[in-house]
Structures are given as structure tokens and as C-alpha cells.
């Protein structure tokens, strides 16, 4: 079994055009997907959705559907997108991502449903009552995920956030997506991924050809 690390973030669109990719390689039961939320909007990054961010954002999601077919509904753009007093924040569903983990949640899974939940049926991973009812739909007790919740909510995400980021620039990597594989003796390879958005066979044909490198 080899480990992927997979640093990404929840709110990321690229990370959401690099879903089909993630998806593909959970079929490869050689390979073991973990997850590292690096936190864009962490901290002094949160951000409100001002006019000209809202307009940047508007762009990158059609570049992103026009290289992979990946889907912003306009649910999205009218209930998420169009609120101007909202926030962009990703500790919440990074601490999110960790409570569901605790509990035995796939975080490949759990990650997949809160993309889906926002950027399809807008519902804002900013909010813990829609991730509340992501693990509930994934088969956790609401009042044991809000507990979790609260216990690595804070200082225990930031850590993980930080240690995330400090990987990032292990691996040499530049942004979310980063993908990289890890070596017996500590080295990383990381993979190309950008050349694949779309192209998911592809994509496991390259990852297969890499995996043979792996000692």
C-alpha cells in the first residue's frame, strides 16, 4: 500500500475540478488517499465576498467547467455565491473534515459530499449545520460529530493546517491541488495532475506508470 498525500482545501474550485481525478484513484486499492487541509481561506485569509472577489471567483469556476465538466449550479451562484456578507471560510469544514475522520468517516468521501453540497447544491460548507447533515447522510450521530466538532475546532485544525502547509513546502508543491507520493526513505514524487482535469482514464494510466516507481 502507498500513501498519496492529497493537500487540498475544501473551498478550493481546483481541488473540486481535481474531484473526478481523486475519485478514479480510490479504485486503486494499492494506493492510500490522506488528506491534509492546507487552509486558503485560514485565519487572516478568511475573506469576504466582495464585489471584485465575487467576479474573480465567477471566472476561475468557468475555466474549470470548461476543462473538466465539473458542474456550479445556479443554486450556487444565487444562494452561496450572491451573499455579499458572507464569509469565505475554510477552518470550518477543515475541522469538519477531521471530526467526521475521528468518527470513522471516509475523508476522500466526506470531502466529495461537501463539495457536492456547495458547489452543486448551495449549501455553504461554511455552515455546520449542511456539514451536520452530511455526516448524518453519511451514518455519524449529529450530537457525536458536533462534539468532535468542538473538541478539534481551533487550535487542534490550525495545527493541522500548519503542519499541512509546512508539507506543501516539503513536496514542493505550489497551490492547491498538490498530490505526491511518498517514499520508503521519506523522498516524494509528486504528480502532474493539471495535465489530466477531464481525463480520468488517462489520469490512471500516468498514476499507475508512477506507481511502479515507487519503492
Known amino acids: 500500500m502507498k500513501t498519496l498525500h492529497y493537500i487540498m482545501d475544501p473551498q478550493c474550485g ?15 486499492t494499492a494506493v492510500n488517499i490522506k488528506l491534509h487541509g492546507g487552509g486558503l481561506f485560514s485565519g487572516a485569509n478568511k475573506r469576504q465576498l466582495s464585489a471584485g472577489f465575487h467576479q474573480q471567483i465567477i471566472t476561475m469556476d468557468k475555466k474549470i467547467t470548461g476543462l473538466t465538466g465539473q458542474v456550479f449550479s445556479s443554486t450556487y451562484y444565487s444562494q452561496v455565491l450572491e451573499d455579499q456578507q458572507r464569509v469565505v471560510d475554510s477552518d470550518t469544514p477543515i475541522a469538519a473534515l477531521l471530526a467526521a475522520q475521528s468518527l470513522g468517516v471516509d475523508p476522500v ?9 456547495q458547489f452543486v447544491e448551495g449549501r455553504s460548507q461554511s455552515d455546520i449545520s449542511n456539514l451536520t447533515a452530511i455526516v448524518n447522510e453519511l ?15 481551533g487550535e487542534k485544525t490550525a495545527q493541522h493546517i500548519n503542519n499541512s502547509r509546512n508539507m506543501l513546502h516539503l513536496v514542493g508543491g505550489n497551490g492547491f491541488p498538490t498530490l505526491t507520493f511518498e517514499h520508503a526513505d521519506g523522498a516524494f514524487t509528486k504528480l502532474e495532475h493539471s495535465s489530466y482535469y477531464g ?9 499507475v506508470r508512477v506507481l511502479k516507481t515507487i519503492d
Open 14 to 28: 481546483w481541488c473540486y475540478a481535481a474531484a473526478p481525478l481523486i475519485d478514479a484513484l480510490t479504485e486503486l
Open 109 to 117: 468521501l466526506m470531502l466529495h459530499q461537501m463539495q457536492i453540497t
Open 139 to 153: 451514518g455519524v450521530d449529529s450530537a457525536a460529530f458536533l462534539n468532535a466538532f468542538t473538541l478539534i475546532n
Open 199 to 207: 481525463q480520468p482514464k488517462q489520469w490512471i494510466a500516468y498514476v
